[in-house]
């Protein structure tokens, strides 16, 4: 009977662990903080900024971001860093159409490889006023409320933003204070705002940890029934 009672325990923690194990690990947490400021090339700490906010589903991405007292200005305006993006238009090429606070028009924009004040490759998708797809309104006031649709069959919400580039960053907005005199900043978030996981090793979510713990009382609920059996006879 003991023996029954081991291989119970050993097959419920066996299933657990394989149901952690199987758990995609998530590219960032939303809303995600504003934490990284880009100048020369590297990051050095930031707050008091805000945060992005993530969202969509199959087919598509919303980048949200409100913060009194800040506005979008010129330069690379927003940026990310996306996985997933198939091919679109008659090129072929992997790219998203655009949407959102302070567009004229849908934009349609191909990923590639964008620069940040001397950070080469930092991210893979752009609006920038230097660009000829358009921008983002920097007449705006600041406190206003951005939200962005990025559309391609390949996006999958929040899932569709990942760490990438030199400096492991995944999200930037060009933001100023407003005004002459307003300070400007290239405020990044590093890395989904957590330290990436070991290579191969995934990032257990809230469910599956509940899935482990429930599993593990219910075999040690078990274990004791069956004990307290023996002990009768």
């Not at 800040?70 to 996985?83: P, S």
């Not at 005004?179 to 469910?207: C, H, K, N, R, Y």
Request: glycine share 18%.
């Amino acid at each position: 009977m003991m023996r029954r009672v081991l291989i119970s325990v050993l097959a419920g923690v066996t299933l657990m662990c394989g149901a952690w194990a199987a758990t995609p690990a998530e590219a960032v947490i939303s809303p995600s903080p504003l934490d990284c400021n880009i100048t020369g090339g590297a990051c050095s700490p930031l707050t008091g900024v805000g945060s992005l906010t993530f969202g969509g589903g199959p087919g598509t991405l919303t980048v949200s971001y409100q913060e009194p007292g800040f506005k979008i200005v010129g330069g690379v305006q927003l940026a990310l860093n996306l996985t997933g993006v198939a091919v679109i238009g008659v090129e072929n090429t992997p790219g998203v159409v655009v949407t959102g606070t302070g567009l004229t028009n849908p934009l349609t924009i191909s990923i590639g490889s964008f620069q940040v004040d001397g950070c080469q490759g930092c991210f893979n998708f752009a609006i920038a006023t230097a660009g000829p797809v358009g921008q983002i309104d920097e007449s705006l006031p600041v406190g206003t409320a951005y939200t962005f649709t990025l559309t391609n069959l390949g996006l999958n919400g929040a899932a569709s933003v990942v760490p990438g580039g030199p400096l492991n960053l995944d999200a930037m907005l060009h933001l100023n204070s407003g005004g002459p005199g307003g300070d400007s900043v290239f405020a990044a978030e590093t890395g989904g705002g957590a330290p990436p996981p070991p290579p191969g090793q995934a990032v257990p979510e809230p469910g599956t940890l509940m899935l482990l713990g429930s599993g593990l009382i219910g075999v040690g609920t078990l274990a004791r029934r069956q004990s307290r059996k023996l002990f009768r006879k």
